[in-house]
């Protein structure tokens, strides 16, 4: 087990320069999701911790040992990749005592670390049958067996669970991190989804072109997502943006938007005239009177919960409200909204204020 | 749609009589080849090898004992025998002389001339009396219509094999045939693993050149080598041919090896490496056995390729018996025995054998999908 360190990496093919100086801090068994939109660097940044991509300036260290220079296999990770990687040839014992014999150790304790590692993920059975005759989700299964048969110091997962259909994915979420509270090695975890970010992670990364955006643990990052592609990225359904100035009325701030939608205001250090951009989640808005009038849309009922989308105008915003609500479309409903919840962002630099 | 359909099965109907077409173009003549090569040389010559299988009848001209060896029996002077020797065959009609071969019947008495008498029984035996006693060791001439049954030999295989030293030269072939088969393998496979994984100056480069050279005739480089060859004492033996078939077959293998691997699915290999796996390790415990197919794909090219082979044969081995291949022996076989047809089918299969032998053991490697289980839709 190690921390990572990344500290000030760039990566250029050629005269592109995809990577701009990205620091993250790891510590010792943390498990950390680095989150983005694809194309964001996200991967390449977990190939260059791997050893598989080349650094152009900056530096990596895993434990406390820079390791630029250093090849994947002295390293100390094991990587499980989105497409399983299993050698299509080997049976499954032999997938996953793969590394052990490439690192030359005895048969006796190979045997006897696959199998171990084949009882932790359910894979007894399965041994000695081919990749090609498991299922997606055991594949996937015998690609963490092959990770943690060596014991290594960082786990580095790519996408791992995005050729899983929807099902399988939630199980196979519970069971990572289950493996994580078990063994306590760091986790280095690449993804897309912002929900398996947001329940698997300790700390989480987003990335956007190449750039990190915000590091913090789930909660923080949706209490208090730095810009509005932080806000707009984390939780779904995904928050409201409202382009708007703040105004006086009633000798307080309050919101204008450009279609003349007033909406309230936390304390806040915007100006008056200032223009900004105005940040609430569907599921802080509740229904009730009293609130700002808006124009029914459409309403989507899912059982547990209803999300309304309402328009007053021209500025769209949508509420995820528990109770049930049978709203016609065309009717008017009260949006209530507390302004604690409420952010705001800078309209130019779509920084948080 | 149903327009589209129409056409599909049409175009379907066309394609498998295309394939059909060409089996049996192909299949026919190898087949007649077959048959040929058992047949009997006599019937070869009177009938087809389709009609192998029905007896066949054909006039024949067989002469006597000789006269002189005749016996007295009674009256009569008497020279008995039969036609067929040591083969059987029965006789449908005979005569006494070439105007009218087929004039008697089985058991008739045919008159000749000077009160000789001639009988033939349908098994062959013949009896030919005369009242004077008969002289001189001339046969007289029976022309008889015999009726002869399919007949198969290994004769032919035989005669082939241990007289004619196609045997010698089928040695021979093998051994330039299975080291320049194995010889480019082997270094078109670490070649073609570096030419698509391994980063280093100058790759796309070295392979610009090789898919050039896959189109320099390999003619123009026969006299050069020949004397490179001369010059550093290789020039008419066996490394020295081994050296030319590895030479003229190293682009083709290299650019089809180097197509596959690259086409193999990155991840396995980065995972090999994250594994722990040196280059040379990933490409024997990864990269071989995942190449399995092309391996055996260039290696049934090559070996049909060199086993056919007459022309860097002729120019890099010499005519002697220890060098002389199968190809070369042909030739001289064509030259020195062309109207002997048993003799050339029988060469020709024994030539063809082994590279059928070689395409149905190895052609069931190409077919199965090796990548299958390793990636998401593989």
Same mark, same amino acid.
């Given at each position: 087990? !190690? ?11 050629? @005269?592109?320069?995809? =990577? ?50 250093? *090849? ?10 989105? @497409? ?17 014999? =490439? ?40 690609? =963490? ?35 994580? /509270?078990?063994? %306590? ?21 987003? =990335? ?5 955006e915000q590091i913090g643990s789930p909660l923080d990052l ?12 984390? %939780?779904? *359904? ?18 204008? @938007?450009?279609? %003349? ?13 200032? /223009? ?30 209803? /999300?309304?989308? !309402?328009?007053?105008? %021209? ?39 | &749609?149903?327009?589209?359909?129409? #056409? ?13 077409? &060409? ?5 026919? $003549? ?12 006599? #019937? ?13 009848? #054909? ?43 087929? +004039? ?8 000749? +001339? ?19 006693? &008969? ?119 290299i650019y089809l090896l180097r197509n596959y691997i690259a ?13 722990? +796996? ?10 071989? $056995? ?22 860097? +044969? ?40 082994? $590279? ?5 053991? &190895? ?16």
């Amino acid at each position: 087990m !190690a921390n990572v360190t990344i500290d000030n990496v760039v990566k250029r093919y050629g @005269s592109v320069q995809v =990577m701009h100086g990205v620091n993250v801090d790891i510590e010792d068994g943390e498990f950390v999701v680095l989150v983005g939109p694809s194309g964001c660097g996200k991967s390449t940044l977990l190939r260059m911790l791997a050893g598989l991509e080349e650094i152009s300036a900056g530096a990596i260290s895993i434990g406390d040992r820079v390791v630029n220079d250093i *090849p994947p296999k002295e390293r100390d990770i094991a990587m499980v990749f989105q @497409s399983y990687a299993l050698y299509p040839h080997k049976t499954v014992a032999d997938n996953i005592g793969f590394p052990l014999k =490439m690192a030359k150790r005895p048969k006796a304790e190979i045997d006897e670390k696959v199998d171990k590692a084949a009882a932790v993920l359910d894979l007894t059975p399965y041994l000695a049958r081919y990749p090609k005759e498991l299922s997606g989700g055991q594949r996937q299964r015998v690609a =963490m067996g092959r990770a943690i048969v060596r014991d290594p110091q960082v786990f580095l997962f790519d996408e791992p669970l995005s050729n899983l259909d929807a099902k399988l994915r939630v199980t196979m979420r519970v069971e990572i991190k289950e493996l994580h /509270q078990r063994l %306590g090695t760091t986790i280095v975890y690449v993804t897309h989804d912002q929900i398996e970010a947001m329940t698997m992670a300790d700390k989480i990364v987003v =990335m956007r072109d190449g750039r990190v955006e915000q590091i913090g643990s789930p909660l923080d990052l949706y209490d208090n997502p730095n810009n509005v592609f932080v806000a707009g990225f984390i %939780g779904s *359904p995904s928050m409201n943006f409202v382009h708007g100035m703040v105004g006086m009325k009633d000798g307080q701030k309050r919101f204008v @938007s450009d279609g %003349g939608t007033v909406l309230p205001l936390p304390e806040t250090d915007a100006q008056e005239g200032q /223009q900004v951009i105005y940040g609430i989640r569907p599921e802080h808005i509740t229904v009730g009177d009293g609130g700002v009038p808006m124009n029914v849309v459409v309403v989507e009922p899912t059982g547990s919960e209803t /999300q309304i989308f !309402a328009k007053s105008s %021209g500025d769209l915003i949508d509420a995820l409200v528990k109770d049930r609500i049978f709203a016609r479309p065309g009717s008017e409903i009260g949006f209530v909204i507390d302004p604690v919840n409420v952010h705001l962002f800078d309209r130019k630099t779509e920084e948080r204020i | &749609m149903d327009n589209i359909v129409g #056409q599909r099965s049409a175009l379907t109907w066309a394609v498998n009589f295309a394939v059909i077409f &060409m089996v049996v173009l192909w299949t026919v $003549p190898t087949f007649g080849l077959l048959v040929s090569s058992f047949r009997d040389r006599d #019937q070869i010559t009177t009938s087809g090898w389709w009609k192998s299988l029905v007896s066949s009848e #054909q006039n024949i001209i067989v002469r006597s004992q000789e006269p002189e060896k005749n016996v007295k029996d009674g009256d009569l002077y008497v020279l008995e025998g039969n036609i067929f020797d040591a083969t059987s065959g029965e006789v449908r009609a005979f005569g006494v002389n070439s105007r009218e071969p087929m +004039a008697f019947l089985p058991g008739a008495v045919a008159e000749m +001339a000077k009160g000789r008498t001639m009988t033939v029984a349908e098994n062959g035996d013949y009896r030919i009396t005369s009242v004077e006693e &008969m002289t001189g060791t001339r046969g007289i001439r029976i022309f008889a219509t015999s009726v002869t049954p399919p007949k198969f030999t290994l004769d032919n295989y035989e005669r082939v094999l241990f007289s004619e030293g196609i045997w010698r030269s089928f040695i021979n072939t093998f051994t330039v045939t299975i080291p320049a088969t194995v010889i480019p393998i082997l270094i078109a496979a670490f070649a073609a693993y570096a030419l698509a994984w391994m980063e280093f100056p100058g790759r796309a480069l070295l392979v610009a050149a090789i898919v050039g050279l896959l189109v320099v005739p390999l003619q123009m480089a026969l006299i050069p080598l020949l004397r490179l060859h001369n010059s550093i004492g290789i020039g008419k033996e066996y490394l020295g041919i081994w050296l030319a078939h590895t030479g003229f077959g190293l682009p083709l293998a290299i650019y089809l090896l180097r197509n596959y691997i690259a086409g193999l699915p990155r991840e396995i290999i980065e995972s090999a490496r994250v594994d722990g +796996a040196t280059d040379f390790e990933i490409f024997r415990r990864i990269i071989l $056995p995942l190449s399995f197919p092309a391996l055996a794909s260039f290696a049934i090219f090559q070996f049909l390729w060199v086993w056919n082979d007459l022309l860097v +044969a002729t120019v890099f081995l010499g005519n002697t018996e220890e060098q002389l291949v199968m190809t070369g022996r042909l030739r001289e076989l064509l030259g020195s025995r062309g109207g002997d047809w048993e003799i050339l089918a029988a060469s020709a299969f024994v030539s063809i054998a082994v $590279p059928l032998l070689v395409f149905f053991t &190895m052609q069931r490697y190409l077919v199965r999908g090796l990548l299958a289980g390793s990636v998401k839709g593989g």
